[in-house]
């Protein structure tokens, strides 16, 4: 083996958590995909025989190049940040199953869509200092080095982030059982258009927020009685809707015309929905990589 193929062996060990943060960064898959690769490409640059803890330098130089592209994206305005949805990550379930040691496991690796859109409202430097820190436990001076701060600094960077997080987030409690229950609910009142269940299941406050990218069909929906009502007719012209793992915890998708129409993610605390968050944009959902659904 050469040094090169050595170098590429051990990047490949590290693939996963690079993704995994540039994911939380940037909340979008391919925009994740593109930083891991610029990480590679710096790494073939790079003065590697120097480096002691290679986890430690890809985690900074793939900090470095998130921060550019967040800082580009800002300056581009690109999104509408009160309906923008993230890309979601879909994945198989048994709907007719509790959730078992392996989806407990990833929704335990997760993070939630309701998590990346509050994500995306935090300043460059504070998602970062927040996703590296409290998401991946990167130490303070390593970050600084990132973000061009002192050490203090840093940490006032994530202490921000932080207190708006926690402030924006809406407070999701459910265990897996319980949410997979209540999700299960309203997806069964949706489809028979029982409008006094789907009240029961959804918190009066309810937030529901659609991304419908460039066809105009996004919204930003309030309240249980418009929530359970916009559920119903979204009902009527759906052709089915298949119970998924979406980012790790029971969601949907809608199918019409045989093709996935939308993807959506609840959030669940005191046994109901408290909020939903769906991308319908045709465009994203067709460039992800979704599992094979079922005919």
Do not use: K
């Not at 790790?248 to 939308?262: K, M, N, W």
């Amino acid at each position: 083996m050469n040094e090169r193929e050595y170098l590429a062996e051990r990047f490949e060990e590290h693939r996963p958590r690079l993704r995994a943060v540039a994911y939380r960064m940037l909340g979008s898959l391919s925009e994740a995909d593109d930083a891991v690769q610029e990480t590679w490409l710096r790494l073939g640059r790079a003065e590697y025989h120097e480096v002691v803890n290679l986890g430690g330098w890809l985690t900074t130089a793939l900090g470095r190049v998130c921060l550019t592209m967040l800082r580009s994206r800002r300056r581009r305005g690109e999104e509408s940040l009160e309906t923008y949805v993230p890309d979601p990550i879909v994945g198989e379930t048994d709907a007719d199953a509790e959730g078992g040691p392996e989806e407990e496991a990833l929704l335990a690796d997760s993070i939630s869509l309701a998590l990346l859109v509050v994500l995306e409202a935090l300043s460059p430097a504070e998602r970062l200092a927040f996703v590296l820190h409290d998401l991946f436990s990167v130490p303070f001076d390593e970050i600084a080095t990132v973000v061009g701060r002192s050490g203090p600094a840093t940490r006032q960077l994530a202490s921000r982030a932080r207190r708006r997080v926690r402030g924006a987030e809406p407070p999701a409690d459910a265990d897996p059982p319980e949410q997979r229950r209540v999700v299960r609910a309203f997806l069964a009142a949706a489809r028979d258009g029982d409008f006094e269940a789907l009240l029961a299941v959804l918190d009066p406050e309810v937030v529901l927020r659609v991304d419908g990218g460039a066809t105009g069909a996004s919204a930003l929906v309030r309240g249980a009685h418009s929530v359970a009502s916009g559920a119903t007719a979204f009902a009527r012209v759906t052709e089915q809707v298949r119970p998924m793992l979406v980012n790790g915890a029971l969601g949907s998708v809608a199918l019409r015309d045989g093709r996935p129409s939308s993807i959506a993610a609840f959030t669940v605390a005191g046994g109901r929905v408290v909020a939903m968050t769906v991308l319908s944009d045709p465009a994203r959902i067709a460039a992800l990589d979704l599992p094979l659904l079922p005919a």
